[in-house]
């Protein structure tokens, strides 16, 4: 299936180049050629799952198309992944094959490839792509979701699932376009940024590292015209000293968090002549709607749309609830809560986050959504903290934007934080110098 694409991607544009690095390029022809590597190595094991422990890269890209000619089991694990979350999903998943750039003397419970013996393997010189021998289905991918409150869980997609998720429209009319997978590959939006540039024969860009600045750079260097990324990953790049450089700019995409009005409207300051979307997606449902008119949350009128093929949405006791063909015919709570005002619907927070004050319920992100537009604000993340009398308490963690002293920033923070009822106000401020991300998603497991 992916060996198919790409073979299709180096007939019709030959001259494109279908992965850009700051070290290299690669065009269509030249990822066959490596992916025909990974698949001569990969097919001596005789596995049928397999563990992809291994940097974001070009090796990461070829050796998913080679396990899905093999019709492999995938599961891709972020490289700064503990080795105690490696067994974790060994136990989880019983997969048979780990293939990683590790150093050789990591304890991996099962048996190994490492990325510098494919570095070095040849291919067999019979070896040929038009004829593609593909395993029947393709294989499948085991997609975790980001475990931002929580374990992460799973979800396994057969790559023709996930190839059905991309618009097909206008593929016929394919633009130029350089994307920059600001997602990792272990994850739903990362692998749908990948499938996006594969079907449309656009480039994708990978950046030496996997943290904002260094993909904004990269960003800047390498021409990019796309960009899909959470709000916290916008966050940080907005807040850079060349927040406005990448001159190349022509989408923005936001996704994997709730879209606040402070985001967009920092956003359409910077890039005034740029499209922007927001796409409402799950790792378990998949991609159901994309919105562009540069408002937070859904216009109501969405839930009154009934066409055949596209997701149907109601809320029951301010839950968010979807009905689409991926989730088996029925209509599938959420975990999302919403509030209708004014024509609109508005995320106000996830069912598992909700703070309990005395028998109150807090939503954090409308606390953050009050403190995270304060001057002198990079991030802020509502938490419920333990209190012997009511249970919790709201604190309030904050990282400062650079240059800004805690003293003048937590005044404005307690002005705004006025408009609260009482017991949504935060008690208590920690300040620190950074808030952890997992996939550029703020972390909400706390101590």
């Given at each position: ?15 494109v ?31 049928n ?27 891709v ?6 080795l ?14 780990m ?15 490492y ?29 975790l ?17 996930l ?7 206008d ?7 350089r ?32 943290d ?22 916008w ?7 060349n ?10 995409t ?5 879209v606040?009005?402070d985001?967009?409207?920092?956003l359409?300051?910077?890039y ?41 949405f ?28 004014d ?11 909700v ?11 409308i606390?953050?959504s ?38 003048s920033?937590?005044?404005?923070i ?25 996939n ?8």
């Amino acid at each position: 299936m992916l060996a198919a694409l790409i073979k299709e991607f180096a007939e019709s544009a030959p001259a494109v180049h279908m992965l850009i690095s700051v070290q290299r390029s690669w065009t269509a022809t030249e990822v066959l050629a490596l992916a025909a590597r990974w698949v001569q190595v990969l097919e001596r094991r005789k596995k049928n799952s397999v563990v992809f422990y291994l940097k974001i890269s070009p090796d990461l890209v070829a050796a998913i198309v080679a396990a899905s000619r093999l019709g492999m089991a995938v599961t891709v694990v972020r490289r700064c992944s503990s080795l105690g979350e490696l067994r974790r999903l060994h136990d989880r998943f019983q997969y048979d094959l780990m293939v990683t750039d590790a150093d050789r003397g990591l304890d991996i419970p099962v048996e190994a490839i490492y990325a510098s013996e494919v570095a070095v393997a040849g291919v067999e010189p019979d070896f040929d792509w038009r004829t593609p021998g593909e395993a029947a289905g393709g294989g499948s991918i085991n997609i975790l979701t980001s475990g931002t409150t929580g374990e992460p869980k799973n979800v396994t997609y057969s790559w023709d699932e996930l190839l059905a998720q991309i618009p097909a429209n206008d593929r016929a009319k394919r633009e130029s376009q350089r994307w920059l997978l600001a997602y990792n590959l272990s994850h739903y939006a990362g692998i749908q940024v990948f499938l996006h540039t594969l079907l449309h024969h656009n480039s994708l860009v990978i950046a030496p590292a996997q943290d904002a600045p260094s993909m904004w750079s990269a960003a800047i260097q390498l021409g990019v015209t796309h960009i899909s990324g959470t709000p916290t990953f916008w966050r940080i790049v907005m807040a850079q000293a060349n927040a406005k450089e990448l001159h190349t700019l022509k989408h923005a995409t936001l996704s994997g968090e709730i879209v606040t009005e402070d985001v967009l409207s920092r956003l359409a300051a910077l890039y005034p002549d740029i499209t922007v979307s927001q796409i409402y997606a799950s790792t378990e449902l998949g991609s159901l709607v994309s919105v562009r008119d540069r408002r937070p949350g859904l216009p109501i009128a969405l839930f009154e749309a009934t066409e055949a093929g596209q997701a149907q949405f109601r809320i029951v006791d301010s839950e968010l609830q979807v009905h689409t063909p991926l989730g088996g015919g029925g209509w599938r709570p959420t975990g999302d809560l919403v509030q209708v005002r004014d024509g609109r619907v508005f995320f106000i927070g996830r069912k598992s986050e909700v703070i309990n004050v005395g028998g109150i319920k807090v939503h954090p992100q409308i606390v953050e959504s009050l403190v995270t537009p304060v001057e002198g604000v990079l991030f802020a993340r509502a938490v419920g903290h333990p209190n012997p009398i009511t249970g919790q308490i709201v604190r309030l963690d904050v990282v400062l934007q650079a240059g800004h002293e805690r003293e003048s920033v937590e005044a404005k923070i307690r002005a705004v934080c006025n408009a609260l009822e009482n017991h949504a106000k935060p008690r208590q401020i920690r300040y620190l110098d950074s808030i952890e991300t997992n996939n550029m998603k703020l972390t909400r497991r706390v101590s």
